[in-house]
């Protein structure tokens, strides 16, 4: 097993995509489910700190260690089996999304959570509950999780299979691969009913595999995982319309949304069914204009939506989409459509663009990133929505707004050009957050909590549920040393 200690061959390990960094003595690169327990064997005993590291696109600090060691995950990253006849794939925890991706459709076959940075390691996707563009119509990581593999902090294995551990109410009973039996009593809490990756998973009688995704290294180390797939579509419309009002652009959505979520209904029976619904604010896109000088100059918003469709449907849906852009204003003489797999590529490379182009802003400026990653239910989603906008425009600061708007889940990525500048974003950020939360919403719809979120999630639950969360860790990780600072502060903190 490959172990790097010098301080230039490690760096990189430092620091993620938020350009949030730490520091550690070693990296880790085990390749065998017994290499991860061997490394978690040791680092127990001596109660070293252990950070699990992903491929470094997360933003918000959970794969940078503060001390101790780190096991980077990215030479477990065998494809182990893709089965097209009963539609699953096993892998390992540091296969790439998009190669992962580009392997199933081999087989007429689609793997829907597709975070915007198809870079991504499976494990982190698990680890975080990560979702995209398709989660509209498809939902997040977790609905196709099937099995995990997952290495306790005593090196010890908990094998899970969706619908075989479940809780009795709130109490859970697992048994590991040594034949140890844990058990515990689940955190008693309400969850937002929104799109959500804050925090522990529970509810009552939950399926016990639903606690380890999201739950961002802190219970184990995920070794291997099972994951559901789905049919390719046939055929996807993709298309990007301008509008020269920004409210059209936001009802549109709405009314997309709302007959996408009717579409199997007898109400509407042959309504449009989204696949993915995002905006794009005029300030992203005069953000995007040097890089894409297509876009229509002086257009207050852009929406991005796609449609499965057939040989059979494509002219139906086509039709009904034109009807629901004329209905809202949309230009029609400047929209983006694609029907082939390589326009669709270009369509969607625009929409991942802005967040690479975020991220060199932020580096160039040597601060952390300062994006929204808030959600609520719709009925308050405009509320939501100005509030923000409000907010930052009174504190003078650029900013570039877009996102998953048909999840009424908002980017809002403030562009500080100084540490001062910064330091009110901050202030900002955490009123937008209180907001989301007092709606009923979520301070993270999906890129998870990690180090940079845990004021926000203490926020949004309180110490009460924040102490329960601990307790639960403590049954499997009793000395703390699993990916400390992800989720919590620990009492020693």
Same mark, same amino acid.
């Given at each position: 097993?490959?172990?790097?200690?010098?301080?230039?061959?490690?760096?990189?390990?430092?620091?993620?995509?938020?350009?949030?960094?730490?520091?550690?003595?070693?990296?880790?690169?085990?390749?065998?489910?017994?290499?991860?327990?061997?490394?978690?064997?040791?680092?127990?005993?001596?109660?070293?700190?252990?950070?699990?590291?992903?491929?470094?696109?997360?933003?918000?600090?959970?794969?940078?260690?503060?001390?101790?060691?780190?096991?980077?995950?990215?030479?477990?990253?065998?494809?182990?089996?893709?089965?097209?006849?009963?539609?699953?794939? $096993?892998?390992?925890?540091?296969?790439?999304?998009?190669?992962?991706?580009?392997?199933?459709?081999?087989?007429?076959?689609?793997?829907?959570? /597709?975070?915007?940075?198809?870079?991504?390691?499976?494990?982190?996707?698990?680890?975080?509950?990560?979702?995209?563009?398709?989660? %509209?119509?498809?939902?997040?990581?977790?609905?196709?999780?099937?099995?995990?593999?997952?290495?306790?902090?005593?090196?010890?294995?908990?094998?899970?299979?969706?619908?075989?551990?479940?809780?009795?109410?709130?109490?859970?009973?697992?048994?590991?691969?040594?034949?140890?039996?844990?058990?515990?009593?689940?955190?008693?809490?309400?969850?937002?009913?929104?799109?959500?990756?804050?925090?522990?998973?529970?509810?009552?009688?939950?399926?016990?595999? /639903?606690?380890?995704?999201?739950?961002?290294?802190?219970?184990?180390?995920?070794?291997?995982?099972?994951?559901?797939?789905?049919?390719?579509?046939?055929?996807?419309?993709?298309?990007?319309?301008?509008?020269?009002?920004?409210?059209?652009?936001? /009802?549109?959505?709405?009314?997309?949304?709302?007959?996408?979520?009717?579409?199997?209904?007898?109400?509407?029976?042959?309504?449009?069914?989204?696949?993915?619904?995002?905006?794009?604010?005029?300030?992203?896109?005069? %953000?995007?204009?040097?890089?894409?000088?297509?876009?229509?100059?002086?257009?207050?918003?852009?929406?991005?939506?796609?449609?499965?469709?057939?040989?059979?449907?494509?002219?139906?849906?086509?039709?009904?989409?034109?009807?629901?852009?004329?209905?809202?204003?949309?230009?029609?003489?400047?929209?983006?459509?694609?029907?082939?797999?390589?326009?669709?590529?270009?369509?969607?490379?625009?929409?991942?663009?802005?967040?690479?182009?975020?991220?060199?802003?932020?580096?160039?400026?040597?601060?952390?990133?300062?994006?929204?990653?808030?959600?609520?239910?719709?009925?308050?989603?405009?509320?939501?929505?100005?509030?923000?906008?409000?907010?930052?425009?009174?504190?003078?600061?650029?900013?570039?707004?877009?996102?998953?708007?048909?999840?009424?889940?908002?980017?809002?990525?403030?562009?500080?050009?100084?540490?001062?500048?910064?330091?009110?974003?901050?202030?900002?950020?955490?009123?937008?957050?209180?907001?989301?939360?007092?709606?009923?919403?979520?301070?993270?719809?999906?890129?998870?909590?990690?180090?940079?979120?845990?004021?926000?999630?203490?926020?949004?639950?309180?110490?009460?549920?924040?102490?329960?969360?601990?307790?639960?860790?403590? $049954?499997? /990780?009793?000395?703390?040393?699993?990916?400390?600072?992800?989720? %919590?502060?620990?009492?020693?903190?």
């Amino acid at each position: 097993m490959l172990i790097k200690t010098l301080p230039d061959e490690i760096e990189s390990y430092f620091v993620d995509a938020s350009n949030y960094k730490g520091q550690c003595t070693a990296v880790y690169f085990p390749e065998t489910i017994k290499e991860i327990s061997d490394i978690l064997i040791e680092a127990n005993r001596n109660k070293t700190h252990v950070t699990v590291s992903g491929n470094g696109t997360g933003l918000t600090g959970g794969r940078v260690p503060e001390d101790g060691i780190v096991i980077s995950t990215e030479k477990l990253n065998n494809i182990i089996e893709i089965n097209a006849e009963e539609m699953y794939a $096993v892998v390992q925890p540091g296969v790439i999304l998009a190669d992962f991706q580009a392997k199933v459709k081999e087989k007429n076959l689609m793997y829907p959570p /597709d975070p915007t940075e198809k870079n991504c390691f499976i494990g982190g996707t698990v680890s975080t509950n990560a979702s995209g563009e398709k989660t %509209f119509k498809y939902g997040p990581t977790r609905n196709y999780v099937l099995e995990l593999d997952i290495v306790l902090q005593d090196g010890d294995v908990l094998k899970l299979a969706r619908g075989k551990q479940k809780a009795d109410g709130y109490k859970l009973s697992l048994i590991t691969e040594s034949g140890r039996k844990i058990e515990f009593k689940l955190a008693d809490y309400k969850m937002p009913e929104v799109k959500n990756a804050s925090g522990y998973f529970c509810k009552g009688n939950m399926d016990a595999i /639903d606690l380890f995704i999201g739950s961002e290294g802190t219970l184990g180390v995920i070794a291997k995982v099972k994951l559901k797939l789905v049919p390719l579509p046939e055929n996807i419309i993709s298309c990007v319309v301008f509008f020269d009002d920004e409210l059209n652009a936001l /009802d549109f959505i709405s009314k997309a949304r709302d007959i996408s979520k009717a579409a199997n209904s007898k109400l509407n029976p042959a309504g449009i069914e989204a696949l993915a619904l995002e905006f794009f604010d005029d300030r992203s896109l005069k %953000f995007l204009q040097d890089d894409y000088p297509q876009i229509p100059r002086n257009v207050k918003a852009g929406v991005w939506f796609e449609q499965e469709v057939t040989n059979v449907n494509e002219d139906k849906f086509f039709e009904a989409w034109m009807e629901l852009i004329k209905e809202y204003r949309g230009d029609e003489d400047t929209a983006w459509f694609a029907f082939t797999d390589a326009d669709k590529k270009k369509i969607q490379d625009f929409r991942h663009f802005i967040s690479a182009k975020i991220h060199e802003y932020i580096a160039k400026n040597n601060v952390k990133n300062l994006g929204t990653d808030v959600a609520v239910p719709d009925n308050k989603f405009y509320e939501l929505y100005f509030y923000a906008k409000k907010k930052v425009e009174e504190a003078g600061l650029e900013f570039v707004t877009y996102g998953h708007f048909g999840n009424s889940h908002v980017h809002l990525n403030m562009l500080p050009q100084n540490q001062t500048e910064y330091d009110i974003g901050t202030l900002v950020y955490n009123e937008i957050c209180k907001a989301a939360v007092k709606l009923g919403g979520t301070v993270s719809a999906e890129h998870g909590i990690g180090k940079r979120k845990r004021d926000y999630l203490l926020d949004m639950y309180g110490e009460k549920v924040i102490q329960q969360m601990i307790e639960m860790k403590k $049954v499997f /990780d009793p000395n703390l040393i699993l990916s400390r600072g992800n989720i %919590f502060k620990l009492p020693d903190e």
